[in-house]
């Protein structure tokens, strides 16, 4: 290879991008990398752990209904601009 060619040589010796050796797949399947290559790609991070989502109360389904009534809306707005409009 001339210098100004770029180096293919991990390829070339048959690594990954994950700088191990790949194998050719007998069954056709893409390779899953291991937990230890995985962690050595992401330097060491240990994956996010999230906590299971919960359903809301029934209550709280009813009282969000109940605040998303348009009516409900307009009673609130008026009580609250009339308590406005008086301490001004």
């Known amino acids: ?4 060619e770029p180096s293919m040589q991990g390829e070339e010796q048959g690594q990954n991008s994950m700088g191990q050796e790949s194998q050719p797949s007998t069954s ?3 390779e ?9 790609a992401t330097g060491g ?3 996010k752990r999230y906590d299971p989502l919960e359903l809301p109360h ?15 809306k307009s009673g609130i707005s ?6 406005a409009g008086g301490a001004f």
């Open 32 to 40: 899953i990398p291991t937990l230890q290559a995985a962690d050595a």
């Open 58 to 72: 029934p209550m709280r389904i009813v009282q969000e209904d109940f605040m998303n009534n348009c009516f409900i």
């Open 28 to 30: 056709g399947q893409p």
């Open 78 to 83: 008026c009580v609250m601009g009339g308590l």
């Open 45 to 47: 991070k240990k994956p």
């Open 1 to 4: 290879m001339g210098s100004d």
